[in-house]
């Protein structure tokens, strides 16, 4: 029988405290594994992995109503039932439908009198199948706008699994969205580990405890990474005591160095463009959530 | 006045830019914090609480004498939050939109709507800032609700400037954000990332049609990718503010910067000016 592929997400709660940075950096350490980006309305893991798209897919997800004008005879009977105000009054009378406010839920269709609303089929983005210099990933984008956002995401962990049982890999390590709702929610279960990267300052400590809270929930456990740690050391050390209350294991701190942002705008990992101690340090977090995984 | 605060990409500084631009006004001023799964204005704002309550949306519940296992419910419910197992209907209030299709379908009339709490919206009173907060429940999973409930306070603030603060993302929490506003603020950082989620949100603001300019933050962090994009394609850049050590240190303990530094009042004072000009003068071209 196949060992069980491990699949660890990298969280952080609060946007931009270094989550795609840090998976480009642990896949640069790794021989072999399975990228997926399911950051899908923020996905910037391909622009340091520079991959070769193999295959492409749209993304049809859900419907969205528009209203047929020349059957409507303008009786309003949507826009009462409709719950996301998503109707609006044209200067004829008829009523149409403000697309990027649509649910998809359908109840206009069903209160038509005169059957003048269309339910299609919503592209709302597309999700791909690239070879990196770190392995197969598979990646998406939600258009913008896009709905579905944490449907995207299953898609895209669904087919990363196919991938790594196809091909034997142990490991597919997620980037993750920002926040903790729908895409995150999506992102995080099932998996055998998050590792929550956050930064020294009162909002990222804030934001780490919902996202903390939020692996407690689905029952994950949690590697805490504080990057720029050198931005507030004091923070730092209150983050490893919070990490320790929270019952997480706490793995270690990066330094603040803009060559971080270098590598970003040379297309590499910190691991691949940095010497020094941001290496170091990134090789022994690895290490200790590599070991206890 | 609405002006959105938006970024595509997380941790450009929508919210350090929000918090200070409230601060630097000289007037009371209206925030509202529309990011409630990671809320922080109040971080740096802070306030006393001046009301607190919790929001809910409708959910399905049945009336399980009435059903006769029909699937109505089922066939019309697009997010498969409820199903008929066992001969009756099942709800999952998780999955559930609160569109009110089954409710509205079903023949027996065996289901009706109950309350199902998803976060709390607390108000806050800070010097010369009414500020209202949305703070999404760990564990639920739809956002959009919630931010429909914050900016349902614009009505209570009639004759004052209103600064909303968005999500990051390009997806549905981030559109009811700005929707309606009468200018969007993107905040980016001239960073791979930064810029590349940049160009995202450019064009869902577009989708949108709003009018919108830049601040550039962290300037000097980057290279200069932003800037050359917005001169090509004739986006005003509002303000820029530089990047340094000191600041980042400064916010990270939760300092509004215009409180403790008059570079940077002055930065704001004159992104207002900006701000209030475009608005006045319609901003149509910058849609």
Same mark, same amino acid.
């Given at each position: 029988m196949k060992n069980k592929v491990k699949e660890v997400v990298i969280l952080s709660g609060k946007g931009g405290t270094g989550k795609t940075s840090l998976t480009a950096a642990f896949a640069s350490l790794v021989p072999s594994l399975?990228?997926?980006?399911?950051?899908v309305d923020g996905s910037d893991l391909h622009l340091v992995t520079s991959p070769t798209i193999i295959k492409h897919s749209p993304y049809i997800e859900g419907k969205v109503a528009s209203v047929d004008p020349l059957k409507c005879t303008g009786c309003g009977l949507c826009d009462e039932a409709c719950r996301f105000d998503s109707f609006k009054i044209e200067e004829d009378g008829t009523y149409q439908v403000i697309e990027y406010k649509c649910e998809g839920c359908g109840v206009c269709v069903h209160v038509c009198p005169e059957n003048a609303i269309n339910f299609d089929l919503r592209e709302c983005g597309e999700w791909m199948v690239s070879e990196?210099?770190?392995?197969?990933?598979?990646?998406?984008?939600?258009?913008p706008a896009g709905e579905n956002s944490g449907l995207l995401v299953t898609v895209v962990r669904n087919e990363a699994r196919k991938i790594a049982q196809k091909g034997n890999y142990d490991l597919i390590l997620i980037d993750?969205?920002?926040?903790?709702?729908?895409?995150?929610?999506?992102?995080?279960?099932?998996?055998?580990?998050?590792?929550?990267?956050?930064?020294?300052?009162?909002?990222g400590i804030h934001d780490l405890k919902r996202v903390a809270a939020l692996a407690d929930n689905f029952k994950v456990k949690a590697y805490i990474v504080v990057n720029r740690s050198t931005v507030n050391e004091q923070l730092t050390e209150e983050i490893e005591m919070l990490s320790e209350e929270l019952g997480h294991k706490f793995v270690g701190t990066?330094?603040?160095?803009n060559k971080m942002v270098l590598a970003q705008l040379e297309g590499k990992s910190a691991i691949e463009f940095i010497a020094g101690d941001v290496k170091k340090s990134i090789e022994r977090i690895w290490e200790r959530i590599w070991q206890t995984l | 006045m609405k002006i959105a605060i938006a970024s595509g990409k997380g941790g450009t500084g929508k919210t350090f830019v929000s918090s200070n631009l409230v601060r630097s006004y000289k007037k009371q001023v209206a925030l509202l914090d529309c990011d409630v799964e990671e809320p922080n204005n109040s971080l740096f704002l802070k306030g006393d609480i001046v009301e607190q309550r919790r929001h809910a949306v409708l959910v399905p519940k049945l009336q399980s004498d009435l059903c006769d296992g029909c699937r109505v419910c089922q066939q019309v419910c697009e997010f498969n939050s409820i199903i008929v197992m066992?001969?009756?209907? %099942? $709800?999952?209030?998780?999955?559930?939109?609160?569109?009110?299709a089954c409710t509205l379908m079903c023949p027996q009339k065996a289901l009706y709507e109950v309350d199902h709490e998803i976060g709390t919206i607390v108000v806050r009173k800070s010097k010369n800032v009414a500020m209202v907060e949305g703070l999404l429940d760990v564990g639920k999973a739809l956002a959009v609700p919630l931010i429909r409930k914050v900016k349902s306070y614009i009505k209570q603030f009639k004759d004052i400037p209103i600064i909303i603060?968005?999500?990051?993302?390009?997806?549905?929490? %981030? $559109?009811?954000?700005?929707?309606?506003?009468?200018y969007v603020i993107l905040v980016v950082e001239s960073t791979a990332f930064g810029f590349h989620d940049f160009k995202i949100a450019i064009n869902t603001v577009k989708d949108v049609?709003?009018?919108?300019?830049v601040v550039i933050n962290k300037d000097g962090l980057g290279d200069d990718r932003v800037e050359k994009y917005c001169l090509k394609n004739n986006i005003p850049i509002l303000a820029r503010i530089p990047f340094s050590i000191e600041v980042a240190t400064s916010y990270s303990k939760g300092d509004l910067l215009v409180e403790v530094d008059p570079v940077y009042q002055k930065i704001f004072e004159k992104l207002w000016e900006e701000l209030i000009?475009?608005?006045?003068?319609?901003a149509k071209d910058e849609k």
């Open positions: 399975v990228l997926a980006d399911c950051d990196t210099r770190f392995g197969p990933m598979v990646h998406a984008a939600l258009l993750g969205p920002p926040g903790i709702g729908c895409p995150v929610i999506s992102s995080v279960t099932g998996t055998s580990a998050v590792i929550l990267v956050t930064e020294p300052t009162v909002s990066i330094p603040f160095d | 066992g001969g009756k209907a %099942m $709800v999952f209030e998780d999955l559930c939109h609160s569109c009110g603060d968005s999500p990051p993302g390009t997806s549905c929490p %981030m $559109v009811w954000t700005i929707e309606s506003s009468d049609n709003l009018p919108f300019g000009n475009r608005v006045k003068s319609g």
